[in-house]
């Protein structure tokens, strides 16, 4: 190892390349042998020899869902694009290796970071104010210049959005990532940074966005109450809000949290969105 490297992991597993300089490999085979991890490289090894992939040239990381099904002989593996590659690995201990993965690349990185850009459904007036990321299990966090420290559970991510935009005078890719204060407020952090960490950290946050999507169909006066919830109208003042009576919002309070979309709170009928809910409830306060 290079000077100031540190080894993180070192696992027994599987790993095959499936796409090579833009085109998929003929006859994927799995090939056994040890993965290692350090703070900069990944080394893969066989009886076949090492290859070395350096953790600078990792631009995504996606889950066993967005490999092709005829690799599904393993029962899990994380699949990493570099440029016009793509590996796929399965170490013996998947969650913790990907975990470590991802805080290898991102944790301790400055960013650009703008906190609330929008809250309640209300767009603030918010600047960009440096940062830094802290990746711990389950959790993203910043910790911004102004004194600000953001928790973002990866689990209760509603969307995720990458754009682009002029940022401090510069063109930049950006995160919108929708999720929650500790009180239940729907919130949006706009992240901002050097490309491969926000390619990388879109990645992670998409873990709890593809586990909140949803195809659930609402009628017309579920989704009023959603948008409503949403733009922060408390739960007791919702029936006079939409215009129904009281027995009419409880029962849809009580039909969404069978679908998981509303968890509630306390008894007397105080409920708060979940992240599959604000998902819902965003999409359909955009068709507007």
């Known amino acids: 190892m ?4 540190q080894k993180l992991a070192d696992q027994r597993g599987k790993f095959a390349q499936v796409v090579k300089d833009g085109r998929k ?6 090939i056994g042998g040890r993965i290692l991890l350090s703070t900069k490289r990944i080394v893969l090894v066989s009886n076949e020899g090492k290859r070395t992939i350096p953790l600078s040239k990792i631009r995504t990381i996606k889950g066993r869902q967005d490999a092709n099904q005829p690799l599904a002989q393993v029962s ?11 590996t796929l690995l399965s170490p013996k201990n998947h969650e913790k290796f990907e975990q470590t993965l991802y805080r290898a690349i991102l944790d301790q990185q400055v960013i650009l970071a703008k906190h609330p850009a929008v809250e309640g459904g209300v767009v603030q007036d918010t600047g960009w104010e440096k940062g830094r990321l802290k990746i711990d299990e389950g959790e993203v966090d910043l910790a911004i210049a102004t004194g600000q420290f953001v928790e973002i559970e990866i689990d ?15 063109e930049r890719p950006l995160i919108e990532v929708e999720h929650t204060d500790g009180e239940g407020t729907a919130l949006e952090t706009h992240i901002s940074g050097n490309p491969q960490h926000v390619m990388v950290l879109a990645s992670l946050l ?6 909140n999507t949803t195809d659930a169909e609402l009628s017309d ?5 959603l948008m409503a919830l949403y733009s922060g109208v408390s ?3 919702i029936p006079e809000f939409v215009g129904m009576d009281v027995d009419t919002v409880e029962d849809i309070f009580d039909g969404l949290v069978e ?3 509303l968890e509630e709170r306390r008894v007397r009928r105080e409920v708060q969105l979940k992240a599959r809910g604000r998902h819902i409830a965003s999409e359909a306060m955009d068709e507007e």
Not at 2 to 5: D, H, L
Not at 25 to 30: G, L, S, T
Not at 156 to 170: L, R, S, Y
Not at 206 to 211: A, F, I, L, S, Y
């Open 235 to 237: 739960p007791f003042q």
């Open 156 to 170: 209760d991510v509603g969307t995720v959005d990458q754009n682009e935009g002029t940022i401090k005078g510069d």
């Open 2 to 5: 290079s000077e100031g490297e």
């Open 25 to 30: 490999v003929p006859d994927i085979e799995w």
């Open 221 to 225: 006066r579920e989704s009023e109450v």
């Open 259 to 261: 679908q998981g979309i």
């Open 76 to 86: 899990s593996y994380i699949s990493l694009q570099m440029g016009g590659d793509v």
């Open 206 to 211: 998409r873990k709890g966005e593809q586990k």
